[in-house]
């Protein structure tokens, strides 16, 4: 099979002139999402950011720098701080995701002790493919949502300009993708993004009396120390033993709305490892390991509870990015993360970027998000699943309807089994249960220990 270029390996160092750029395309794809969880939830975005970029540095360092994936807020989240801000306030729902964090910890010590071929044999590429579909498919509503409806009403209000925003920044980017070289063939996503913004400026719903109120601000500023401070802003952290006191938040309720959730997104968490595993040509489940993986998401939560943002998680639109620009390096993700620290500290930036309308990043997530399910399919073809086989036809079939469907099992008020991780759970027991377990591997390529790679490399 013939390999795709590689533009820049994982560990390879872009060029000063366009590190900037490839890292401003990764802040771009997750600044939306990233900044959205905390506004459903009344957490502060600007905390978001600054969490996200520490967390993601965290992580790069647990992974050795081996695993070119940024973390965002989590939306698997959402309702359950929701709820535990409800029941013990905001520091509750930090306490609840602190407690998160330490079950990554645990389960990443589980397998670290026990191995990964457990893991193999209960995730054969018959069950990994239709979940990553699922994934990918998903997330489609959220994708169509931002790019149909006008965003901040209580109920959803089509709008064709909105549509249109979407479907210009969607047809941009797919432009740049495929027609551009060199390195604007590298940036199609930021492209889509600006060229979207732009077209939204003159169709009249970006609104900027954020921005405006922040320049005012910064020419008033009648010393240099004022300009500083017009500039640079502190967020509202809320940090344990300095603004509250955990012990004094912590309650059952607030353990069994947030605690099981993690398991929830280790699950979602192992299936965007599988798929940055396809994308790039490496196995990191194998290498660095899973362990490491999970470790370094659960220290990113942690780090994220301790400074008031949500929880994180890998995110799907930079996996999309990846797959789309063939850039595979840490450092360009690092450089990622260094710019969302300092956004997020700089009032007039996150002013700017937060006036992007959600129909641009719904058109640029139309792609990024199918991306997804397309590597899903890819990895039943890659390994020669033979769909003829009425096992592997149920398996496949019955994970994609469960999946998308949007099937859920109540387990308590709170707590509910649904989407991806129900169907990956009824997958996986499938598998097990039913005769003839080896069609479900295929060519048995999937975990293989070394994903050999003949991409020709080039420096971008």
Not at 9 to 37: C, D, R, Y
Not at 89 to 115: C, D, K, N, P, T
Not at 386 to 409: C, P, T
Not at 437 to 444: A, F, I, L, T
Request: proline share 4%; aromatic share 8%; charged share 10%.
């Amino acid at each position: 099979m013939k390999q795709e270029e590689v533009a820049l390996n994982v560990n390879e160092v872009p060029k000063p002139q366009k590190w900037l750029i490839l890292s401003l395309q990764h802040l771009f794809a997750m600044f939306g999402a990233t900044i959205l969880v905390p506004f459903l939830t009344g957490l502060s975005p600007a905390v978001a950011l600054v969490s996200s970029g520490i967390g993601t540095l965290a992580y790069l360092l647990i992974t050795k720098g081996k695993i070119p994936a940024y973390l965002g807020s989590s939306f698997a989240f959402i309702a359950p701080i929701i709820g535990a801000t409800a029941s013990g306030g905001v520091e509750g729902a930090m306490v609840g995701s602190f407690l998160a964090g330490i079950v990554y910890g645990l389960v990443a010590l589980f397998i670290r002790l026990l191995g990964l071929n457990w893991l193999m044999r209960i995730l054969p590429p018959i069950v990994v493919g239709p979940v990553i579909i699922v994934i990918g498919l998903g997330l489609a509503s959220t994708a169509i949502d931002m790019a149909m409806y006008v965003p901040g009403l209580d109920e959803q209000v089509y709008s064709n300009t909105h549509f249109l925003v979407a479907l210009v920044t969607l047809a941009v980017t797919i432009i740049a993708s495929i027609f551009l070289r060199g390195f604007f063939g590298l940036i199609p996503i930021l492209i889509g993004i600006v060229c979207g913004y732009i077209f939204s400026i003159f169709q009249g719903i970006v609104d900027t009396s954020e921005i405006k109120a922040e320049w005012a601000e910064i020419t008033s500023a009648g010393s240099i120390g004022e300009f500083v401070t017009a500039i640079f802003q502190k967020p509202d952290f809320i940090v344990p033993f300095v603004n509250y006191s955990p012990f004094e938040v912590l309650s059952g309720e607030i353990v069994l709305l947030m605690v099981p959730v993690a398991l929830v997104t280790i699950a979602e968490h192992i299936g965007d490892q599988m798929v940055l595993s396809k994308v790039v040509g490496n196995n990191f489940i194998k290498k660095p390991g899973l362990h490491r993986s999970i470790l370094g998401d659960g220290v990113a939560t942690i780090i994220a509870s301790f400074l008031g943002g949500p929880p994180n998680t890998t995110y799907g639109e930079n996996i999309g990015v990846l797959s789309i620009t063939r850039v595979f390096s840490v450092f360009v993700i690092g450089g990622a993360a260094v710019l969302a620290l300092f956004f997020g500290f700089t009032g007039i930036i996150t002013a700017t970027i937060s006036s992007i309308p959600s129909a641009v990043m719904g058109g640029v997530s139309i792609l990024l998000f199918g991306i997804i399910a397309s590597n899903g399919l890819r990895m039943l073809i890659d390994n020669q699943i033979d769909l003829s086989d009425k096992r592997n036809l149920i398996i496949s079939s019955v994970i994609l309807v469960i999946g998308i469907g949007g099937a859920f099992i109540q387990v308590t008020e709170n707590l509910q089994i649904a989407g991806m991780a129900l169907s990956a759970l009824i997958g996986v027991t499938l598998n097990l249960i039913l005769p003839n377990k080896e069609s479900g591997y295929g060519n048995g390529a999937m975990f293989e220990d070394t994903v050999v790679s003949e991409n020709k490399e080039h420096v971008a």
